[in-house]
């Protein structure tokens, strides 16, 4: 099926850095999710934005849904090690529809 | 936040036999139901979808008769992987939208399955 472009696919940064990384698409979407993935176990919802423009967060975390609504990014402040993990964008076209998923960044942070 | 369950968490099968995967939601109904599969260091790709009522749709090269879905109520699903094969280990993963509220997506806590 179709893909979002997430990059980078990998990052190794030292605790306390800042992060970003962003999912770009061909198409349109009305829903943008940001995931966490920890090894073994299903993602979990970080951020949810619902219209364009929407810049949204949680804690350390914030997202903003593109204008063009094709796009999105998620900045990680602060970062601590407890933040590894893969980090998955997701997007919806309509309400109650399949979920498209970028190709994920892995994110490394060194004490 | 929603609270969703997968069992069994991991499963070891011989070749040839069949699985049975149950994702349950434990304080929502579900009106739609995703299955995905993810494959080691891949992303997650949807394998089928099932509404409330409806067969369940199954997405493009995935086998209906060899990965059955039965969305038995509003909380509960089962994928069953049947004659599975060691091309079949992968990661499960429900995905359960809530009858009501936001536009939200719960996922399960996954299911590994190796098969020998």
């Known amino acids: 099926g179709q893909q979002l472009n997430q990059s980078p696919q990998s990052m190794f940064i030292q605790e306390g850095e800042d992060v970003s990384m962003n999912c770009t698409s061909s198409s349109i979407f009305n829903t943008w999710l940001w995931y966490k993935q920890d090894p073994g176990e299903g993602p979990v919802l970080l951020i949810a934005?619902?219209?364009?423009?929407e810049l949204t967060s949680n804690g350390r975390l914030t997202a903003q849904f593109g204008i063009t609504r094709k796009d999105s990014f998620l900045n990680i402040s602060a970062s601590i090690p407890s933040d590894v993990g893969i980090y998955f964008c997701?997007?919806?076209?309509?309400?109650?529809?399949?979920?498209?998923f970028g190709e994920g960044t892995q994110l490394t942070v060194n004490p | 936040g929603a609270v969703v369950s997968q069992h069994p968490s991991w499963v070891i099968c011989k070749s040839g036999t069949s699985v049975k995967i149950e994702c349950r939601s434990l304080?929502?109904?579900?009106?739609?139901m995703f299955w995905y599969r993810q494959f080691p260091k891949q992303s997650l790709m949807l394998m089928a979808t099932s509404n409330e009522g409806s067969k369940a749709t199954y997405e493009q090269g995935v086998e209906k008769d060899k990965f059955l879905i039965n969305h038995a109520s509003l909380t509960l699903s089962t994928l069953t992987v049947t004659s599975a094969h060691p091309e079949d280990s992968s990661f499960y993963i429900c995905n359960l939208l809530p009858r009501t509220g936001l536009d939200t997506q719960y996922f399960g806590p996954g299911t590994r399955l190796t098969v020998l």
């Open positions: 304080d929502f109904q579900a009106t739609t």
């Open positions: 997701a997007g919806k076209e309509t309400s109650g529809s399949r979920l498209t």
């Open positions: 934005l619902y219209k364009a423009g």
